[in-house]
């Protein structure tokens, strides 16, 4: 009973920032210097890392989809590319960066913002009259609602490359099939559906991240258990949103694909 009550208040109390990260929205897109620095520690650094995992992602797919094609109708695998472009627009590719991106960065920022409740410095932004959450969490929201649709696409791009080197090695099919293939059932509404499911996602995971980060207490300890918190709950919850939203998508297409 004291555990249902303890996540009743969570639920609340994270309510309650969401509320207070969107009161500051504005504010902070009027001096954009945070989001931008933010942008980089979210976006450009996690690059690398998103773009070399996709890359690989890419080669497995190719990889075992081409054999499994090929065992079972001979010159088949000249299609992969089809099912692939659908496959990582609508779901790998936001899905996967996604969860990139918590591990990568939500676990940095709990841990970041815990420490400084933890040390006081929160307090200390209430001293000079700076709201903590405006100035800690919303820049860093916007910055992931930016930072993932364009992580997205380089890791899809980075998936397409690495499938088709994998497929050209084993099937010997030319580039101009392959994007030829690709681009036939690939539609402007899966890809504008993938941007809006990263946009949110992107938003969501990083405020998860920061209110965990103010949710820190008890040291180290309480620290390294926030950081834990905010990496299990965000994973969870890009799976979450992802179905949530593919299901509404569906729904507002008629029931159709």
């Known amino acids: 009973m004291n555990r249902f009550k303890e996540i009743l208040r969570e639920i609340g109390n994270f309510f309650i920032f969401f509320i207070e990260t969107l ?7 009027k ?3 945070n989001i931008i620095e933010n942008i980089y520690n979210i976006g450009v650094k996690s690059l690398p890392v998103v773009v070399s995992t996709g890359f690989f992602l890419g ?3 190719g990889l075992q989809l081409s054999d499994a094609l090929e065992s079972i109708i001979s010159g088949t695998s000249q299609y992969i590319s089809g099912a692939l472009s659908v496959a990582l627009v609508k779901e790998l590719g936001p899905v996967f960066t996604s969860l990139i991106v918590v591990s990568r960065v939500c676990s940095s920022v709990t841990a970041h913002i815990g420490t400084m409740k933890v040390t006081e410095q929160i307090d200390a932004l209430k001293t000079f009259g700076i709201n903590p959450v405006g100035f800690l969490a919303t820049p860093r929201v916007i910055a992931g609602m930016i930072s ?3 992580l997205g696409f380089f890791s899809i791009m980075a998936s397409m490359i690495g499938a ?20 036939i059932p690939l539609k402007v509404k899966y890809i504008l559906e993938s941007i ?6 992107g938003g969501f995971i990083l405020e998860i991240s920061t209110f965990y980060g103010f949710e820190a ?3 180290a300890a309480g620290v390294g258990e926030a950081t834990i918190k905010s990496v299990v709950v965000s994973s969870f919850m890009v799976i979450l949103l992802d179905y949530i939203l593919g299901s509404i998508f569906i729904i507002l297409s008629g029931g159709t694909l």
């Open 148 to 150: 993932l649709p364009i």
């Open 164 to 183: 088709w080197i994998m497929i050209g090695m084993l099937g010997e099919i030319p580039l101009s099939v392959y994007i030829e293939v690709a681009q």
């Open 31 to 33: 001096k954009p210097v």
């Open 23 to 29: 009161y500051y929205f504005l504010e902070n897109l």
């Open 217 to 219: 207490k008890n040291g």
């Open 196 to 201: 809006f499911k990263m946009i949110i996602i």
């Open 59 to 61: 080669l497995i797919m």
